[in-house]
């Protein structure tokens, strides 16, 4: 997804005397403010404040924060994996725009993808409506609405300044194409008020990211709903992306694949008789140019399933196969 350049949403320029903005400028900063306040107004009531609690030495108990955004009328709630993940299992407290505070549970909890799904005590919220991060374009308006350090309700619009970013999250894993923003578990909207992320600050001091809500997202989502985890598949490798040699470039048609640096003992990889330098070019008939093919490849369907691998090997082409166990944590 993207990286926005972002501006407060709330004031505007200062003049102090200076020369106002002619009738062409005070148009468009109204067009702009218009869409901003109608995104804010738009998700206010479907954006969360949470309060989370945890135990910490001496028995005493710590209130974390952060943000959640609704996504079913029925209490269904999506947030940042790290927003909850030091909690005592008790959930914790929800408050709202109406000012009304519910309680809270986790239903489900994916740190590879920092995401988590709630459900508080209530079949009448207002849900968000999601959109499509895929479809977002350089230049284009976002909002961010949360809950930063508990200012509730802090809005924060910019446009979409680059594509294609990344964030690494626990077990090594990397989403794809995360937002750059502001606030943590709160949700980044279109021009439209169709969420397209949701908030993260897993980054680095003062640099907060958006996982994006796209068709992976989603499932991941889904099965965080139903079986209050996502199932991925594993291999048990270490590697990097290598550049093929040119004759084998020219008849795959493709630049590169991946080196095996490590392979674990006692792992998929290893029964399949993976070695270190194999340089591995297809994965289930599917092309492999980098580590994150072999991510995007390991889902729950593949756990257990004999998938074939084509390898590079001495200068050899070799298909072995191998049967994906299931990731742990």
Do not use: C
Request: no cysteine.
């Amino acid at each position: 997804m993207a990286q926005p350049t972002f501006i407060n949403a709330l004031g505007g320029p200062e003049h102090n005397g200076a020369e106002q903005p002619n009738a062409a400028e005070a148009e468009a900063l109204d067009a702009y403010s218009r869409a901003v306040i109608g995104v804010a107004e738009r998700l206010a009531p479907s954006v969360a404040n949470l309060r989370v609690s945890h135990r910490v030495r001496g028995g005493r108990r710590l209130d974390g924060g952060g943000s959640a955004v609704v996504i079913t009328p029925d209490g269904f709630m999506l947030t940042s994996a790290h927003v909850v993940a030091r909690s005592d299992g008790r959930g914790g407290r929800a408050s709202f725009i109406d000012g009304r505070e519910l309680g809270f549970e986790i239903v489900g909890s994916d740190p590879h993808s920092d995401l988590a799904v709630l459900r508080a005590d209530a079949q009448d919220l207002v849900p968000a409506e999601l959109g499509d991060a895929e479809r977002l374009r350089v230049g284009q308006l976002v909002v961010a609405i949360g809950n930063p350090n508990g200012f509730a309700g802090s809005v924060t619009a910019g446009v979409v300044s680059a594509l294609g970013r990344s964030l690494p999250t626990q077990g090594g894993r990397v989403v794809d194409n995360v937002i750059q923003t502001g606030n943590s578990g709160g949700a980044l909207a279109d021009g439209s008020g169709h969420v397209v992320g949701v908030n993260t600050a897993v980054a680095g001091v003062g640099l907060g990211l958006a996982v994006p809500v796209n068709s992976a997202t989603r499932k991941i989502v889904g099965a965080l709903m139903t079986e209050g985890r996502f199932r991925r598949a594993y291999l048990g490798i270490a590697g990097g992306t290598r550049p093929l040699p040119p004759r084998l470039a020219r008849s795959l048609d493709r630049e590169a694949g991946v080196e095996v640096v490590q392979v674990l003992e006692g792992t998929p990889a290893a029964a399949a008789g993976l070695l270190p330098e194999d340089l591995i070019v297809e994965l289930d008939g599917t092309p492999v140019d980098g580590v994150l093919d072999i991510q995007r490849l390991m889902v729950g369907e593949r756990i257990g399933e004999r998938v074939p691998m084509r390898i590079l090997r001495g200068g050899r082409e070799l298909e072995l196969e191998l049967v994906p166990a299931e990731l742990d944590g």
